[in-house]
């Protein structure tokens, strides 16, 4: 049968012409564009996936560079910082030189006075100018601003990271559970105590700073015991004291110093003179707290020993348990990082109401993830290091810088000079090595810790997801260009097909004659 208006050899050949020109287009635009996905229809689940890991490797890229460029920063910081702690070093050493009295003259103390002025001065200079594409590092802008800090609780405070994701402030509440303690022994002179010592003795008597001995004839009062060894206090870390100023109560030895590595030692050398009432101190087991002894000494709860150490404070910071040293505590976690010197009265009094102040803002923050979480951010606080704000040590409670040991200052060498003693001038500028060294070391810690290894783990996911990307929308060349092959023999017969069948219409003309 043949029909001139249907030809249905021909729509066929068509059809399969038009699918093999498609094949051989969507061929030939992978191996044009490389890539297998080029629009949504050629795999939707595929390219769903394909463009969340580019918009990871986006991520990963520019947190990439923000890590390198957070390095930079921190190099740069520590550069400046390794100057600050060689002139400390230098300022030491002339007032090492300067304590050398004996052997120096007052124009030789002046002229390192004059370094020290000069040391001092460039500290603080450093701390000014040292910065980043504009970006101050030293003076103290990177750090964290306080608000509410009681200084009748909390001498010091020193935050060193924390996060303020979605907060205007984070409150920081410090709770005393256990006291602070010296050292302590107390001697009651005898069964009645008369405020004399009843025979000549000697005593050894021992604390952090070193040890000495004394000897003290018979009937000596006990108020010049105490004298006699607070004028020792600078040599061997340890204070005499009669017990509630009543020499008739007897008499506490406790160490200068608070905290676990201060004790006091206080024996009898050669025995007791068997004339009289034997020599012993006592200490109170473990308390809790200082005992109450304005109405009457508890002797019967005191045992006898000739050593006691002091003990840390303890203390929870936001409920979690708080390092102790002496009066200092600390804690350091992802969220709250932090140093403080509590008040010796609020160090001593577990009973005392919490304390509590905020942290208000600032700080340095580093986004080292691709996404903008907490978990992926890292926030330190570099605190300025003029000389105003290096040192911080506490002497009958007042805080004392790096800036007093300038010229006129309450530490200069002229000052100690006068006073006899360079030793808070030293403990200055050790706490001021310290404070640098500490920061020097907490900077090469976040570097190589934080920054290095996050840095590594970015790359190796880097690679990793690329890899992944192009296996999902990567064109196989080598199986497309197999594919293109085909496309064109199947288009190129499809062509040669259609020409036939519209050729065989034609054959009805024959049965015209």
């Known amino acids: 049968m043949s029909r001139i208006n249907s030809n249905i050899p021909s729509l066929i050949a068509q059809a399969n012409l038009s699918q093999n020109n498609m094949e051989l287009q969507l061929r030939l635009e992978r191996l044009s564009t490389g890539l297998r996905i080029n629009r949504g229809a050629d795999d939707p689940a595929g390219l769903i996936i394909t463009e969340r890991i580019r918009s990871d490797l986006n991520g990963i890229e520019q947190a990439i560079r923000n890590v390198e460029r957070a390095s930079s ?39 390192n006075q004059l370094q020290i002025d000069s040391a001092i001065d460039s500290i603080t200079r450093i701390s000014n100018t040292a ?11 990177l750090d964290y601003t306080l608000s509410g800090v009681d200084t009748s609780e909390i001498s010091l405070a020193r935050v060193n990271n924390a996060s303020l994701i979605n907060v205007d402030s984070l409150e920081v509440e410090i709770d005393v559970l256990g006291s602070a303690q010296t050292g302590g022994l107390y001697y009651n002179g005898g069964t009645t105590p008369p405020g004399v010592l009843l025979s000549a003795l000697t005593l050894e008597i021992a604390g952090p700073s070193g040890v000495e001995v004394l000897t003290f004839q018979s009937g000596v009062a006990l108020d010049k015991v105490v004298s006699g060894i607070n004028k020792l206090t600078a040599l061997i870390g340890v204070e005499a004291a009669l017990i509630n100023g009543d020499a008739n109560s007897g008499i506490v030895f406790s160490s200068a110093e608070y905290g676990s590595s201060s004790f006091v030692s206080v024996k009898r050398l050669g025995g007791p003179d068997p004339d009289d009432d034997a020599w012993e101190t006592y200490r109170f087991p473990d308390e809790d707290e200082y005992p109450d002894t304005s109405g009457g000494f508890p002797w019967s709860d005191l045992t006898g020993a000739d050593r006691d150490k002091g003990r840390d404070v303890s203390a929870l910071i936001n409920g979690n348990l708080a390092t102790g040293d002496g009066l200092n505590i600390s804690i350091n976690s992802q969220s709250l990082g932090v140093e403080l010197l509590l008040a010796e009265s609020f160090a001593i009094d577990p009973t005392a109401t919490n304390s509590t102040f905020q942290i208000t803002g600032g700080g340095a923050l580093f986004q080292l993830g691709p996404d903008i979480t907490a978990q992926q951010q890292l926030s330190i606080g570099i605190g300025s290091v003029a000389a105003s704000t290096l040192g911080g040590v506490l002497d009958e409670g007042t805080l004392n810088y790096l800036s007093s040991i300038k010229s006129g200052g309450t530490n200069s060498i002229e000052a100690s000079v006068r006073r006899g003693d360079f030793t808070l001038a030293s403990d200055i500028i050790q706490e001021s090595i310290d404070n640098v060294t500490i920061l020097r070391g907490r900077l090469g810690s976040i570097e190589r810790n934080g920054l290095q290894t996050n840095v590594r783990s970015l790359q190796a996911a880097f690679e990793n997801l690329t890899a992944s990307n192009s296996i999902i929308r990567d064109a196989d060349f080598a199986m497309e260009t197999s594919k293109l092959t085909r496309a064109q023999i199947l288009a190129s017969s499809g062509t040669t097909v259609l020409q036939l069948a519209n050729q065989q219409s034609q054959q009805v003309l024959q049965l015209l004659g």
Request: proline fraction near 0%; hydrophobic fraction near 45%.
């Open 131 to 141: 910065s980043f594409g504009g970006l101050k590092l030293l003076n103290g802008s």
């Open 73 to 111: 920063v921190i190099a740069t910081t520590e550069s400046a910082l390794a100057e600050v702690g060689d002139l400390l070093s230098s300022i030491r050493a002339l007032m090492v030189e300067a304590a050398n009295t004996g052997a120096s003259s007052k124009e030789e103390r002046a002229a």
